[in-house]
């Protein structure tokens, strides 16, 4: 019986994080209220407190599940079967599309990640380790091939990541649309000549 | 007398940026008032309005002088004497510092700045073109001596730019305080690996 319950509580928390996203998209984060989401799901708002003890909460279980889909989409890429250069780029592609498209199609919602960013909400930092992560996968598969000479793989992927911020942040991709260059041809380019030129002249 | 009218025309509109930038830096410019300006001045805020036709572009001129500054901090490592490696270093080095000390020492003046990348006033783009001018020229100069490998230098300068851009963007640097990696150095370091093993393997 407490695996059925439990398995209960775990499907209403996603019920108000679905809703939330609903809402969200539809009329803004900040406008959402808690009374708006449990009206949605035909409950009260004690119940929805029993999930998530602030509106804060639900605000960073939304934005923490669009963030994991971008985490989700490199982790494809980490898996598939391309030379480490082609990964890198594809890897750094899909986070630029993830957020390009967020932008067009559902302006609330980006801004959401726009403020999580801004503000440094902890799950922007789960995000970053993440990413950090999967692309120092990606390093190491390059430095075990001889195609990158690269000591550090983590210090490396947080190069990478940094020099393609410009592509991955929900704010600064917007500020910095104006802005034709670097592309992100350009930039992975860059980067790829540093880990491959790296070693005794480094 | 139409020199000495026009010189006094300069000093006014000067006095007005002078007296608008000690007001933003102790109340904030959101709540610095043209009236407030004017009554400083003991002159009449129609008497302002000459030389400004708004109060967004005293905002700017504010800004633009504080962004001209660092320009020429960056001019003054252009023009020394040190190799072009130790340069770049050097000038994004004196970006990370105006910023860091214009936060720490005069947060109303820094949010002024953020505001301008925030909404992507015009200035900030003139800031950007000086900048990329400045380090295309520390390139070149790298290029001539055989220390780095690049056919596009104004290309080069744009990805520097880009790739430190947590370090000469006055939010992000504020956003990426948490993060302590990658250091300045290290980056310029993996920069540095890029620019010096360009061609043909790139």
Known sequence: MKIVSEQRESDTRQNIVDVAERLFSQIGFQKTTVADIA??????????????????????????RLLSQMEKDVDAVVGGREPAP??????????????????????????????AFNESWPIVQQHSSALNASLSAIVGEGVRVGEFRIDDCDL???????????????????????????????????????????????
């Open 86 to 115: 082609a990964k890198l780029r594809a890897a750094i592609a899909s986070l630029e599309k993830a957020n390009a498209q967020r932008f067009v199609a559902n302006r609330k919602l980006h801004e959401l990640l726009e403020t």
């Open 39 to 64: 009206r949605e799901l035909r409950m009260s708002p004690a119940n929805v407190y029993r999930f998530f003890s602030a509106k804060a909460e639900i605000n960073e279980a939304v934005a923490r």
């Open 156 to 202: 490396a992927a947080i190069l990478v990541r940094s020099a393609c911020v410009r592509f991955c942040h929900p704010r600064l991709m917007v500020e910095c649309a104006q802005e034709p260059e670097p592309t992100l041809d350009q930039m992975v380019d860059f980067c790829l000549v540093s880990l491959r030129g790296g070693g005794a002249d480094a």
